[in-house]
């Protein structure tokens, strides 16, 4: 076509499909340009036909935009779409307003996973395009100088770094053969060789089918040489480097020191920009080579972790990011975390955080989140001011999930609960509570907010202002039971944040009923058994929401779960401090209930303890206490608990039967007699055997012991004890007042015992009676002397 044929240009744009952005606010509108150019006598010469698309971003739409006027003008100002498809239009924002924004993050997330490949470096970069018909050629260079090594090396390294080619190296065994020789013989010689024939094989270590071949040629360990020889070049480096600059701080104005100073620390960067690229190259081809298992465990034999912890030192980003990576992979074993508690690891990676680098710092939280696993690596987090700095990467959307696990586990221990007050932590995650829009919390979040308000100083700050009101508001809205657990350690503290709960009983208590999960009920009781509140009308909240037939029928074995009938138990135990709930409660037949209960769960401490516990409150009060000694067998329970291995339950029986002895004389002589039992079991047990070697006899005399055993009980004795005089003159007595003191000496308590509180019921499993650690014969039994005398407890 000649120019000078052409007249016309006619274009023409016909409109497509609209469809959404895949990850912005945007619309896409697909559309079609025809150009076409016209002759003189208007005939089209030539035409051309070409697809496009055009972005329109909607910055101003959220939550709140109307759909319906932003989609009309959308189609007024973009001429490609037809007013035709307003609706279609419509409907494509309404889906972009409601479409949550998770993907660019997850997509962040995953890119950040893993390391990046190594960089082109010095020594790799050459001018020549290596071709793989060349090989014979770049393998000849390897057995020439250095120069020519290096210049080899990077040309293969082209070749390697396409993995199209890598099937086609791995057959030339000459070349991978002459490769690994070098590396082994001449790596001393030349950092760039060093790194050239490593990143080869770091791209072979890229695919797991070809990692035997890099054990076969034992790269690997050459690796591992090589890494500890550059590590301590470094420190060579570092201790010339600070010798001169000392020399210097020391004769600031002699210019030669100086400049000698500034020519070697010049060297120095150079030396440590070249060493860098070596150690990332081999640390990544080491890490690929660690998926298996049993090759790590041969790392780890030769100090990998030593070495990696050393490279902490270090400022460059994307080898940090490679060594705290490496670390985070090892991390998940015992043996490899203990060494780098040995090589203070905590105090290395503190430095990290916060860091510009986003990489950096996701992989050293993830790093320090396997540590802190270990309480005393915790120990060391929070000595070293980790936790500020982990509360203040709360507010980073990016970070907020990972540093809320590490202050999870750091909550853990009940010693570092307060230090959160001190921070802005706690205002954080009250407003991430309400601003949560599921259903259920996040389970991380709630978990720690759990833990925190386990500590008295940490309640407070929950609960200022409206805390507790928003809070029970929720949980009573979503009837979840891990908030309302939070809620439940709430109530746990005395003082002024448990008054704030009455506000809150009736809600709670119409919580009690078998229609909600059994989950949330079990949070209610334990949060209204948590208020020993006295001025709490317990009789009326009984009556008004009908707790008693359902407590009741609870305590019935096997009408519920352990958990909850446990919790039935102390609610009852909290009640039962009110005269009128106890004797309403005694009514309604609890006890023998209780006694039933104790029965079918008398190897479980937790239940022992508590349903003891009902019984001191109510032997309190005069309707409860005649019902207990005189209808029940509750007495008897308790003796035979009084010498129980746990010793929270021995506590408690002690001052119940303390209590009964001092209102039923006929119980106290029962008490008395198995107290004496109890203290002379061995004496006893030498009197009532009648299988004596005859030598034996004679050492009493000729008197014989049988009428003092099998004739009555050996407390109906009165001669056994005292007479008018004191005890009875025998050669070798003791006076009263000695037993008296030796006695209060041992600590054994003569009297009532005080109970203060609720016994705790985190105990130790019983594994039967222990002997009674009281007073003992200061002699051997094969030497006793005859003894008339016994010690009596008051």
């Known amino acids: 076509m000649q120019g000078e044929d052409a007249r016309y240009l006619k274009r023409k744009v016909k409109g497509g499909n609209i469809d959404v952005h895949p990850s912005e606010k945007a619309l896409i509108v697909q559309y079609e340009v025809e150009a076409t150019i016209l002759g003189e006598m208007g005939d089209p010469m030539l035409g051309e036909r070409k697809e496009c698309q055009k972005i329109i971003r909607l910055k101003s739409l959220n939550a709140n935009t109307d759909i319906t006027s932003l989609a009309r003008k959308v189609v007024e100002e973009c001429k490609l779409i037809h007013p035709s498809k307003l609706n279609e239009v419509e ?111 770091f791209c072979f270590s890229s695919f797991s089918q070809f990692h035997g071949l890099i054990t076969h040629y034992k790269i690997g360990a050459l690796c591992m040489n090589i890494i500890d020889h550059e590590l301590k070049r470094h420190e060579l480096w570092q201790e010339e480097l600070s010798k001169k600059k000392k020399a210097v701080d020391e004769d600031p104005e002699n210019q030669t020191l100086r400049k000698d100073y500034e020519k070697t620390f010049k060297k120095y960067q150079g030396l440590v920009v070249k060493q860098e690229q070596l150690l990332r190259v081999a640390l990544y081809l080491l890490l690929n080579l660690a998926e298996d298992t049993r090759t790590e465990l041969k790392m780890r034999n030769k100090n990998i972790v030593h070495m990696l912890v050393k490279a902490l030192d270090r400022d460059n980003f994307e080898l940090l990011i490679l060594v705290v990576s490496f670390l985070k992979k090892l991390s998940i074993f015992m043996e490899n975390k203990n060494d780098m508690v040995e090589m203070d690891i905590v105090e290395k990676l503190v430095k990290m955080i916060p860091c510009e680098h986003e990489d950096l710092l996701n992989i050293t939280l993830r790093l320090l989140l396997n540590l802190s696993f270990d309480t005393g690596l915790r ?70 907010c759990i833990n925190l308000a386990a500590n008295k100083r940490n309640v407070q700050l929950i609960c200022e202002g409206n805390g507790l009101k928003m809070l029970m508001k929720r949980a009573l809205k979503f009837k979840d039971p891990l908030l309302m657990k939070m809620i439940r ?26 229609d909600e999960e059994e989950e949330f009920v079990i949070e209610c009781l334990g949060t209204l058994a948590n208020l020993t509140i006295p001025d709490l009308d317990w009789e009326l909240v009984l009556k008004e929401y009908k707790l008693v037939p359902y407590l009741k029928d609870k305590l019935k074995p096997g009408a519920a779960e352990d958990d909850l009938v446990l919790e039935v138990v102390i609610m009852i135990g909290t009640v039962s401090m009110d005269d009128s709930c106890a004797a309403l409660l005694a009514k309604s037949g609890i006890i023998p209930a209780l006694i039933e209960l104790l029965n079918a769960q008398q190897e479980d401490d937790e239940f022992v303890c508590q349903i003891i516990y009902v019984f001191y409150q109510m032997v309190f009060h005069q ?151 009281g007073w003992l014969w200061p002699i051997s039994w094969h030497s006793w002397t005859p003894c008339h005398s016994l010690w009596i407890p008051p």
């Open 91 to 201: 409907q494509l924002l309404y889906y972009l307003q409601n479409r949550r924004d998770s993907l660019p993050g997850k997509e962040k997330k995953e890119k950040s996973s893993k390391p990046k490949d190594p960089p082109p470096f010095e020594g790799m970069e050459i001018d020549e395009v290596a071709n793989i018909n060349d090989m014979d050629e770049y393998i000849e260079l390897l057995y020439e100088d250095i120069p020519d090594k290096v210049r080899g090396s990077a040309l293969i390294l082209q070749l390697a770094r396409n993995p199209d080619n890598l099937e086609e190296l791995l057959l030339n065994e000459t070349a991978l053969g002459a490769l690994a020789r070098v590396l082994r013989e001449d790596w001393k010689q030349s950092v760039e060789l060093a790194t050239n024939i490593i990143y080869i094989f």
């Open 623 to 773: 309707a409860t206490r005649d019902v207990i000694i005189k209808e029940t067998q509750a007495p008897a329970y308790l003796i035979d608990l009084m010498h129980d291995k746990n010793n929270e339950i021995r506590k408690v029986c002690d001052n119940t039967l303390d209590i009964i002895a001092e209102y039923d004389e006929e119980w106290a002589k029962k008490i008395q007699s198995e107290k004496f039992r109890w203290h002379n079991s061995q004496w006893l047990e030498m009197v009532e055997s009648r299988q004596m070697d005859e030598s034996e006899q004679y050492l009493y005399g000729d008197d014989r012991i049988e009428p003092y055993i099998h004739e009555g009980d050996i407390l109906e004795r009165p001669d056994l004890f005292y007479n008018s005089d004191g005890l009875i003159a025998s050669e070798g007595a003791i006076s009263p007042d000695f037993f008296n003191d030796y006695h209060l000496q041992n600590g054994d308590v003569v009297g009532q015992h005080s109970f203060p509180g609720r016994p705790s019921i985190w105990l130790e499993g019983r594994l039967g009676g222990s002997p009674w650690n």
């Open 489 to 514: 350690n709430i109530s746990q503290h005395d003082g002024p944040t448990k008054n704030l709960f009455i506000d809150y009983v009736g809600d709670l208590a119409a919580q009690i009923s078998n």
């Open 379 to 448: 120990n060391k987090m929070v000595q070293v001011g980790l936790l500020p700095k982990l509360t203040a990467l709360l507010g980073n959307e990016n970070y907020k999930q990972i540093a809320m696990c590490v202050l999870y586990h750091i909550s853990m221990d009940d010693r570092f609960k307060s230090m959160f007050a001190y921070t802005d932590c706690i205002p954080q995650l009250m407003k991430m509570l309400f601003e949560c829009s599921d259903e259920r919390i996040d389970l991380e979040l709630i978990s720690f």
